[in-house]
Structure formats: C-alpha cells, structure tokens
C-alpha cells in the first residue's frame, strides 16, 4: 500500500469509518478587518453589474446602462452630423430626464446585494469574522452608491467626449469643457449616494428581493404622483412644497444648488425655495436611509 492510499484509507471504529483526507489549518498572514470590508466592497460592486455570474444576472443592470448611454450618444450624433446644433440634451437635464431609468436600477439591484444574503442565511458566516455589523451595513452602501455613481457618469462623459470631438478646433473645445469637470463629476454623485441610501434601507428589510424591489418602485411612484396632485391641486404655499415629496426634485435642486444650472422641465424653480432648503432636504434623508440600514444590521438576527 502506497503512502497515498495508506492516508486516505478508513479507520474502522465502533460506529463507521474516519478518512483522513489531509486538510491543513491556514497559517498564512491575517489581513484584517479593512481588507475584509474592501473585499466585501469589492465583491458587492461586481455583483451589482452581474459580473462573475450567470448571463442573466448581467441582462438588467447592462441593459439599464445601455439605455442610459443611448440618448447620449444620440446626442452625440446629432452634434457630429451637425455641429453647432442645439442638442437635447445636456449636463444639467440628462439625470433628471432619465430618472426613471435610474430608479429601476436602485429598485432591481439594492435587493441584489443584500436580500439574498439575508434569504440564503450567510450574515452569520460574515459577522463570525472580520467584519463587524457595521462594516457589512456600509460596503454593501458604498457598493451600490458606486454602481449608481458609474451609471449616472458614463452617458455624462459620452456628452463631454462627444462635445469635443465634435468640435472644429479640439483643443478649444477641450478647454471650454474643463469648465463643466465639477457637474460632470459630482451630479452623479449627488444622485447616487441619496439614491443608494433609500434603496439600500428598504431593501435591507426583507430577504424577499420580489418584495423589496416592489416596495422600492412604489416609493418612487408614490412620491412622485402625490408630490404631482399636491402641487397641482394645491394652493399658496402647499402646491409650491408639495413636489418636495418627490426624492428627484430634491436631488435636482442640491444639483442646481451646488453644480448647475435650472431646467425647465423640473418644479424647483415653482417651489419659490432657497435651493439650499433642498440640500439640507436631500442631506436629511440620505443620513436618515444610512442609519435605518446601519440600525437594521446592528439587530438582525445572523
């Protein structure tokens, strides 16, 4: 009997047999807690784009990305085929005019990082390490604003490259466009981590992902249709606050506030308010989202 087979053969004892396969303990270097939260991070943002899995998990974020980059490059198109022309769209109304898309992200991908952590029962195998309570709450947070700052950013740099190829004299072009690197940078920013922390706090709730993708759309839908009668059945000072309801409307006026210009298209211009009423607004529920997820990690069961 050769030494291989003389280590894997059974050892006879009263009640069945014992195989001694030859696992070894781990006794390379420990990395921690910070690598752990930047690997759960890391992991999380290539679930969020469906990466390392099936085709199926890929179809509904690249998709939505898609869609967010068609109109873009549309406008793109329209500025190459002729230059000068007053496109559709631009740095200040892309976000608001795709919203939607935006919300179905936030509604189909929040309930991918977390519910089915919670569905298939492996909090405990991630809370019996490194990672403590809060680091889970706040990676999968940070992983899902990230996704949501990439796919707000992407159509946003295809107007700017678009711009400035389209352009008869490219280096011009390329300084003008250094003036619009902070709106370009930070309204997908302004979108993304409010969005992300609503998201993540409704989703956080159930292990069912059917329910917290639900839930997530009709919060948007809800808000927006009572912020909408409100504002149109309203009168004096109700019809002017009422939109607020609508979390878009306050993210376009932190835009407005802090990066861009106003567009027509949007009520913050009617709701006769200081634009920094809606940063504060948009600051208030984006801690308020944060906590609730923090809050709900800290006391659910492992």
């Not at 029962?121 to 899902?144: I, N, Q, T």
Request: no cysteine; charged share 15%; glycine share 8%.
């Amino acid at each position: 009997m050769t030494r291989r087979e003389a280590a894997v053969a059974p050892r006879e004892s009263a009640t069945g047999a014992i195989y001694d396969l030859g696992y070894q303990g781990y006794d390379g270097p420990r990395l921690g807690r910070r690598a752990a939260v930047a690997t759960l991070f890391w992991a999380s943002l290539r679930a969020a784009f469906g990466l390392g899995r099936s085709g199926r998990s890929k179809l509904v974020p690249w998709g939505l990305t898609a869609i967010m980059l068609v109109p873009a490059a549309v406008a793109g198109a329209i500025q190459a085929i002729a230059p000068g022309g007053l496109s559709p769209f631009n740095y200040d109304n892309y976000l608001w005019d795709l919203q939607p898309i935006l919300a179905l992200f936030v509604a189909a991908q929040a309930p991918e990082l977390v519910s089915s952590d919670q569905r298939n029962k492996v909090l405990s195998l991630y809370f019996s390490h490194a990672l403590a309570r809060s680091d889970y709450a706040l990676a999968k947070f940070g992983a899902m604003a990230a996704s949501l700052f990439i796919v707000a950013l992407s159509p946003l740099l295809v107007i700017l490259f678009a711009s400035i190829l389209a352009s008869s004299d490219v280096t011009a072009a390329v300084g003008d466009q250094l003036g619009n690197l902070p709106q370009i940078l930070l309204a997908p920013l302004i979108y993304a981590i409010p969005l992300a922390a609503l998201g993540m706090a409704i989703a956080s709730f159930t292990p069912r992902r059917a329910y917290a993708t639900g839930a997530i759309i009709a919060v948007f839908l809800v808000t927006a249709a009572v912020g909408g009668i409100l504002s149109e059945a309203g009168r004096g000072r109700m019809s002017q606050v009422a939109p607020l309801l609508n979390p878009f409307v306050l993210l376009d006026g932190t835009r407005n506030w802090l990066v861009g210009k106003s567009i027509p298209d949007s009520p913050v211009s009617a709701a006769n308010l200081e634009l920094a009423v809606f940063g504060a607004l948009t600051a208030a529920f984006t801690l308020i989202g944060i906590a609730a997820v923090l809050w709900r990690y800290r006391r659910i069961a492992a």
